[in-house]
């Protein structure tokens, strides 16, 4: 065993040293230790890396196995280390989900995968499935430091492997998302408490890092986070922008011990390669996230002083998967057949049609653009978004529950794992044409077999519900929600208008349930899911519902629904308008206001390229939308006080807008007597007021203010007072104010 005495010594740019050391990619990160007294033997270790790869058993798998194969056989077998930061299995595709994952985990172990952080999906069937199904058939171990035996300190699950690699004691230490309690169902996960993934990751490296051999002892350390920030690429958020915002992935870069050598994260599903500082010490370190699914393969190259245990150089890079397979590779070769079998099992109930549609529905694609009037390109899952595939399963609740009437249907996004796409393929099911529906791609949609409940709730709880899209905490211990927005799926009787800007609780103007605005006194009853209904996703709201679960599948209501309902259209209306209006809309003003995501972004969304307000049958304006916003700049007139507004896109997203009677208008007249000058400390002034709101006398008091005078004087049922002030010592010109309100009048005169 290497010490690690020297692994915080200083790091510096391999540039500014001058030594001549190439990156590897555009992508990568170089650091680079400051040379030791001695020359130093150095080895070079390669750490591959998956994030989220949620059972992807299709025609890429081995392909992805040819990628990671190829980086193995370029770093050097011997060399390097297949690892992952969690979520292998859960949300699957059909062909791994219909067998319980086996297949994904049969091909992890083909390829060797040596560790693996435990990711909030490894507990979708309970704590009880991970360790013995789970764990069983896996040959690595699944790690999670900050899982704890529920209301102790005792860890649950394995905490860290030390795996030797190149003669290098690689220390891995697992950990998952705090967050897992709301994202999974919790009676799976009743026994075990998930505590702050970072104090975890410390705690265990400053064990593996202190010189007792007794405790365990690594010289280079990896932190697999299943965690991560919230944008990157294709967002365009740098680094700094990440940990400016705060939150988990922030405390993961700046507050990670400084003895952990490489971060890589996971959970958000995002692309990124950064070279972040090491807190409390010199120099970088890279933290890498692949994105999701094995669409890339997460590198990072460490040079070892195998003397001291220290790094010296550090490279990280997204590397994409290729193209075609290799099956010249053993382990491809053996994905290979495990594949075929899984595909070939999967196809005799998956190759069936169950429903046909006219066009694609999706799931929110960011990063795309609207291409002849249609959103065209990105990627899929932004959960932000409201999207057609989030309309559709919604409507199926709804109308698809064969007892009961409920309300409404609402559908978490993240329960939203694949699209359907119009286009076919035949040539791996001569079903497969153009429009239709698969057995397989219909379960791929909801692949989690939630049950479908019906919660009833009273309408303050719906609105909250729909407040929470907008998401919390729920105490100030807790942890900051990775993801701050998750846009609900409605059924399509559903409109609510809302303002971002809004306080917490505060942010829904209107809900309405068939055109009637939800009575918060009266009960509704939500189709969805057994994991929304208890409260998931930090939707708490629904904890208050009573609830009557179906026994009903998602997955089987969901393939009924689209063989009663064929052919079915994408639905591309939104269900909900944003809308800031900066305060309450005022008659007899000038407002503006500021409305926002107009338009969906699933794939064939029309553009909405305006916004037209309106007043009864009057209209005041149409107004453009420019990237998916419209300013709005309206003089409302006064007759509209008391009455609303009505703002309509063109494509039929409505909002109403209450308007505000304008304030009465006051008038205030003041005279005095006499009308000339005073003489000083002779002479009192008499002071006359009149007051008039909106031509009628006004009721109340008028204050003087000004020349030494500060009093109150009341109105008469006429409006009217008299007062005498003075005398006045002061020589010169004096002013007294007389006010009601915000109307005022103006008294000069002269004393001498």
């Given at each position: 065993m290497h010490s690690r005495s020297g692994s915080s010594t200083l790091r510096v740019r391999a540039a500014a040293l001058g030594l001549g050391l190439a990156v590897a990619a555009t992508s990568a990160t170089v650091v680079v230790q400051a040379p030791a007294a001695h020359a130093a033997e150095t080895v070079s270790i390669s750490l591959l890396n998956i994030n989220d790869f949620h059972g992807r058993i299709d025609a890429n798998t081995t392909k992805f196995a040819t990628t990671v194969e190829q980086i193995r056989a370029e770093k050097g077998e011997s060399n390097t280390l297949f690892i992952s930061a969690g979520d292998n299995i859960g949300a699957s595709l059909f062909a791994s989900n219909v067998a319980d994952d086996e297949?994904?985990?049969?091909?992890?172990?083909?390829?060797?995968?040596?560790?693996?952080?435990?990711?909030?999906?490894e507990f979708d069937k309970g704590l009880d499935d991970l360790e013995g199904r789970v764990a069983d058939r896996a040959d690595w171990n699944y790690l999670g430091a900050n899982v704890y035996e529920k209301g102790t300190d005792t860890p649950a699950l394995e905490e860290y492997d030390l795996l030797e690699v190149a003669g290098v004691t690689v220390g891995i230490i697992g950990a998952v998302t705090e967050e897992t309690p709301t994202l999974v169902a919790a009676s799976g996960v009743a026994d075990v408490d998930f505590g702050d993934p970072v104090e975890a990751v410390n705690r265990v490296a400053e064990q593996l890092s202190d010189g007792d051999e007794a405790n365990g002892e690594a010289d280079v350390i990896v932190a697999e986070y299943h965690e991560g920030a919230t944008a990157g690429t294709p967002d365009?958020?740098?680094?700094?922008?990440?940990?400016?915002?705060g939150g988990a992935f922030a405390d993961i870069v700046t507050q990670t011990h400084a003895e952990v050598d490489a971060i890589f994260t996971g959970h958000t599903h995002k692309q990124y390669v950064w070279d972040a500082p090491i807190p409390g010490g010199e120099g970088t370190r890279p933290v890498?996230?692949?994105?999701?699914?094995?669409?890339?393969?997460?590198?990072?190259?460490l040079a070892v002083d195998l003397e001291t245990g220290a790094v010296m150089t550090s490279a990280g890079e997204n590397v994409a998967r290729v193209a075609e397979e290799d099956l010249t590779f053993p382990r491809v070769a053996e994905v290979k057949l495990i594949t075929d079998e899984a595909l070939a099992n999967a196809e005799l109930v998956g190759n069936q049609p169950v429903g046909e549609i006219t066009g694609d529905i999706t799931t929110a694609f960011g990063g795309g653009s609207y291409v002849d009037g249609e959103w065209t390109g990105g990627g899929r899952d932004d959960r932000a978004s409201e999207s057609a595939m989030g309309h559709l399963v919604a409507q199926a609740l709804l109308d698809g529950l064969p007892f009961g009437e409920p309300d409404l249907g609402l559908t978490n996004p993240g329960g939203l794992r694949a699209e359907f796409y119009f286009e076919g393929d035949p040539t791996e099911n001569p079903a497969n044409t153009d429009g239709v529906v698969t057995y397989a791609e219909a379960n791929s949609v909801l692949p989690f077999g939630n049950t479908i409940v019906t919660a009833e709730l009273t309408g303050a709880d719906l609105i909250q519900v729909f407040d929470q899209?907008?998401?919390?905490?729920?105490?100030?211990?807790?942890?900051?929600?990775?993801?701050?927005?998750?846009?609900?799926?409605?059924?399509?009787?559903?409109?609510?208008?809302?303002?971002?800007?809004?306080?917490?609780?505060?942010?829904?103007?209107?809900?309405?349930?068939d055109g009637e605005e939800v009575d918060p006194e009266a009960t509704y009853s939500v189709a969805?899911?057994?994991?929304?209904?208890?409260?998931?996703?930090?939707?708490?709201?629904f904890r208050n519902a009573t609830v009557t679960d179906s026994g009903i599948s998602d997955a089987e209501l969901f393939r009924d629904y689209l063989a009663d309902s064929s052919p079915i259209e994408p639905d591309h209306a939104q269900r909900q308008m944003f809308v800031d209006t900066d305060g309450e809309l005022t008659a007899g003003t000038t407002e503006t206001i500021e409305v926002t995501r107009l338009g969906l972004t699933s794939l064939g969304s029309p553009v909405d390229p305006s916004v037209t307000v309106t007043a009864g049958e009057q209209e005041l304006g149409t107004f453009p939308v420019t990237d998916r916003a419209a300013t709005i700049e309206l003089e409302l007139p006064e007759s509209l006080g008391g009455q609303s507004i009505t703002l309509t896109s063109a494509l039929g997203v409505t909002a109403e807008l209450a308007v505000a009677a304008p304030e009465p208008t006051a008038v205030v007249k003041a005279k005095r007597n006499p009308k000339g000058p005073l003489k000083a400390g002779k002479k009192k002034l008499k002071v006359t007021v009149k007051v008039k709101v909106d031509g009628e006398p006004a009721s109340g008091k008028v204050v003087l203010s000004g020349a030494g005078v500060d009093k109150k004087v009341k109105l008469n049922k006429k409006g009217k007072a008299v007062t005498r002030v003075g005398p006045f010592d002061e020589k010169g010109v004096q002013v007294i104010t007389v006010s009601y309100g915000d109307a005022s009048d103006i008294l000069r005169f002269k004393v001498r």
């Open positions: 297949p994904t985990i049969d091909v992890l172990n083909a390829l060797d995968l040596a560790s693996s952080a435990v990711g909030n999906h365009g958020a740098t680094l700094e922008e990440e940990i400016a915002a890498v996230q692949t994105g999701s699914y094995g669409e890339n393969i997460g590198v990072i190259d899209q907008w998401q919390t905490a729920e105490t100030p211990e807790d942890p900051t929600p990775s993801r701050p927005y998750l846009a609900l799926g409605a059924s399509d009787n559903v409109e609510v208008v809302a303002d971002p800007t809004a306080e917490t609780g505060e942010h829904i103007v209107s809900l309405k349930i969805t899911f057994n994991f929304l209904a208890e409260g998931n996703d930090n939707f708490r709201a």
